[in-house]
């Protein structure tokens, strides 16, 4: 049992690491500081526009992944699967950026499988429907790497949105007209709200409507500020109107709600700290008492009273997870 648990963690901090290294991958950066080390051992030191290490070895995987991807785009079965990859990409500049997110996928679902094989069978305790859940495991990683980043970028386009809006106003205040405005917002914004917002004008350079533009900028982010400001252009579309008039009014309104929040965000901030610190705090302790003393918890696996006192405490865990968030949760 105790080398399952020491295997266990290894197989948890390689996966960890996996994950950083799929933010690389993804943000298609090279690793300039890893590479800068490594040349240091090197005996001769490469010039600016020289290739390094590192860059040799960022071209080699992707050529890999490219590779991989070419051939999942001629499969129907694999082009329905990454198709929903494609909500994480703002700007599509890269036509196989799906398949190129489902060859990671793949490959880091075998290289985990691999570390676990080799590991294991050092060990001598090799068990193939263990490596079958790592191999799983490795699979969904992406998934919930990339739902995360989704989800912070998410929250950066909620929190620029009012800016954004704010600079339409006084850009249609001034004179200017729509195209004009996303212009100027688009220059003196940058992050996800930019690329949002370049995707706005996008839409509008191909004849769509203004509310059917926001419509599918919701349909992207599924916010609810977002909503608002495609059902009022839809309202202007219908009605007729001074679309100055109607941006003075989401500002306000939304520059209403932001307020709203700040100050239930500061009546719950000590609740919210108090649910973190207890949501945290049993994975602690475990953490605390595995150091100490490595088979405290063996009696709890030797016996179904013990099997079941775990499960019943994960079950409880769980309730008490989502009663909390539940009260906590303050729509505006």
């Known amino acids: 049992m105790d080398k399952m648990l020491t295997l266990s963690i290894i ?6 690491l996996l994950v950083i290294v799929i933010y690389k991958f993804l943000k298609i950066r090279v690793s300039i500081k890893i590479a800068n080390r490594i040349d240091k051992f090197t005996l001769k030191v490469p010039s600016k526009n020289e290739p390094t290490i590192g860059d040799d070895l960022n071209n080699e995987v992707f050529a890999l992944i490219g590779k991989i991807s070419n051939i999942l785009s001629k499969s129907a079965y694999f082009t329905k ?9 703002a700007i599509k500049k890269n036509p196989n950026y799906k398949f190129d997110v489902y060859s990671i996928k793949i490959l880091i679902s075998i290289l985990v499988f691999i570390i676990y094989m080799v590991t294991s069978v050092l060990n001598k305790n090799f068990v193939l429907p263990l490596g079958l859940v790592f191999l799983v495991l490795g699979y969904f990683a992406t998934d919930i790497y990339l739902e995360v980043l989704n989800q912070v970028r998410i929250k950066n386009i909620e929190g620029d949105l009012l800016k954004a809006i704010i600079i339409m106003n006084n850009a249609f205040k001034s004179g200017l007209n729509i195209s004009n405005a996303f212009d100027v917002v688009i220059t003196d914004l940058d992050g996800p709200v930019r690329d949002e917002f370049m995707l706005i004008k996008r839409d509008l ?19 609810d500020d977002a909503q608002y400001i495609s059902s009022s252009l839809s309202i202007l579309n ?8 109607i941006f003075s009014n ?20 000590s609740s919210l700290l108090v ?18 003393n490595r088979s405290y918890f063996n009696p709890l696996f030797n016996n179904i ?19 909390i968030r539940k009260i906590l949760k303050v729509e505006v």
């Open 11 to 16: 197989i948890s901090i390689i996966i960890l």
């Open 81 to 89: 699967r990454a198709n929903k990859y494609d909500k994480y990409s």
């Open 205 to 223: 350079s191909s004849g769509i409507d203004t509310s059917e533009a926001f419509n599918r900028f919701y349909k992207r982010v599924k916010l």
């Open 238 to 245: 219908v009605t007729g109107g001074n679309i100055t008039y």
């Open 250 to 269: 989401i500002e306000e309104a939304l520059t209403n709600k932001k307020k709203l929040k700040d100050e239930l965000k500061a009546m719950t901030a």
């Open 275 to 292: 649910y973190r610190v207890l949501t945290f705090m049993p994975f602690i302790l475990i953490f605390i008492i595995l150091m100490l």
């Open 305 to 323: 009273l013990g099997v079941i006192a775990i499960i019943l405490a994960l079950v409880l865990y769980t309730v008490y997870i989502l009663i």
